[in-house]
């Protein structure tokens, strides 16, 4: 059975694209057919549906030996949030947005460092220094570097997904 992994961010042109095309490249090279697996998708809770990426993300993927030049953003939608298995948000404006408008969703909503780093927040505290920094900030209108850094950042929680995908999988086949 192919699960579809949901990234969403608010544009769907830079974030969630890229972490769409590391998510993809990272569970290719774990080999074993993973990969094939997985639906990888990514939409936007405020986007205009079509859009081509940024310039500035298609190269600093492109840097990465990935391109994400054909994508086009899509407008998450209640089917598409149903259809998921997993939802990984970029900030915890967007995992609020999803809880409100999705509440069937709530179980399967998680920012993707919170995932990564196996911690559950529930709900956001402004107060918390530490909670702040579970967000994958927005590159959009900055320099390159503010999108190299996004990227690295979704790279190094990605990486840890991977491998909680990957154990799931194995989980799964085993039963």
């Not at 990426?53 to 030996?65: D, H």
């Not at 030049?69 to 149903?82: I, M």
């Not at 990605?158 to 909680?164: G, P």
């Amino acid at each position: 059975m192919i699960r579809l992994i949901l990234l969403v961010c608010t544009g769907n042109t830079c974030r969630s694209p890229m972490a769409q095309g590391i998510l993809k490249k990272l569970l290719q090279e774990r080999g074993k057919n993973y990969a094939s697996l997985y639906n990888i998708q990514s939409a936007g809770i405020s986007t205009v549906p079509g859009m081509s990426p940024t310039t500035e993300a298609v190269k600093v993927m492109s840097e990465q030996g990935m391109d994400i030049s054909s994508h086009r953003s899509q407008q998450l939608g209640e089917d598409l949030v149903k259809s998921a298995d997993l939802i990984l948000v970029m900030t915890w404006e967007h995992k609020k947005y999803l809880q409100k408008q999705y509440p069937f969703a709530q179980e399967k909503v998680f920012l993707i460092k919170e995932l990564a780093q196996s911690k559950y927040y529930g709900d956001y505290d402004k107060n918390n220094d530490e909670v702040k920094k579970l967000e994958i900030l927005d590159p959009l209108g900055k320099p390159i570097s503010f999108y190299r850094a996004a990227a690295q950042d979704l790279k190094i929680n990605l990486e840890k997904i991977t491998d909680i995908i990957i154990k799931e999988t194995i989980r799964i086949r085993k039963e």
